[in-house]
């Protein structure tokens, strides 16, 4: 079983809608979670942290549900600049796991 | 500071040919990280140190591929002998201590016929 698994999409949205994206770990034990930005032939970003209590920056909003093993993450008003790969990533014991990805397409 | 550096930017090799990527990272960081993706896999990672000594390369594919940092500004990954398989992205990353931000350099693009 996969450290970390997410839904590949596309997920097609027109501008100023609302997507959500989940993920879900397999080590209940995970330290940190963050959600990394990707765009085309390009290095992954840090795009946030998520907290245990959730937190939000601007139109994105990030949730972790410890019980479930799963994160979040919710962007509002979405802007063509907004389309890229979003990547979930969890921190266990000095290393990171990476998602594969969901790829986000937003349409004018 | 110019982020974390990698070269060459993209290599095509022929099958059997030695490849050597290299990978400054930013300067202060004491965890170096080395990545491969495509698009099967995803980013798998390869092998990361700390403090320029190799801590866990349960990554590395196989006997063909291996990794050094002889020093904190300097690491070289290196496949020998290459195979169209090993064509993929690979991504050197640093960071500080404990789970901070990761930085990524911009990939080297290798292509292996």
């Known amino acids: 079983r996969k450290e970390v698994e997410q839904d590949p999409g596309p997920f097609n949205v027109p501008e100023g809608a609302t997507v959500a994206f989940n993920c879900t770990y397999s080590?209940?034990?995970?330290?940190?979670f963050f959600w990394y930005r990707q765009d085309c032939r390009k290095e992954p970003k840090l795009l946030m942290s998520?907290?245990?209590s959730g937190n939000e920056d601007g139109r994105f909003t990030a949730q972790l549900n410890r019980a479930s093993q799963y994160i979040s993450l919710l962007i509002r008003d979405s802007k063509l600049s907004d389309s890229a790969t979003y990547l979930c990533?969890?921190?266990?014991?000095?290393?990171?796991?990476f998602g594969s990805g969901t790829k986000l397409n937003v349409k004018p | 500071d110019a982020g974390v550096i990698q070269s060459p930017r993209h290599e095509v090799t022929e099958m059997g040919q030695e490849v050597t990527l290299r990978c400054k990272p930013i300067?202060?960081?004491?965890?170096l990280f080395w990545y491969r993706q495509t698009m099967m896999r995803g980013l798998e990672l390869l092998i990361y140190?700390?403090?320029?000594?190799?801590?866990?390369d349960s990554g590395m594919p196989e006997d063909r591929f291996s990794a050094k940092m002889p020093n904190a500004s300097f690491s070289t990954l290196k496949i020998q002998p290459s195979e169209p398989r090993d064509s993929a992205v690979y991504f050197c990353?640093?960071?500080?201590?404990?789970?901070?931000?990761?930085?990524f350099g911009p990939g080297t693009r290798l292509t292996v016929l």
């Open positions: 990353a640093s960071s500080l201590p404990g789970n901070n931000e990761q930085f």
């Open positions: 080590n209940s034990a995970s330290q940190s």
């Open positions: 998520v907290y245990s």
């Open positions: 990533v969890v921190y266990n014991f000095n290393k990171f796991y």
């Open positions: 300067s202060g960081h004491d965890y």
């Open positions: 140190f700390n403090n320029n000594v190799p801590i866990d």
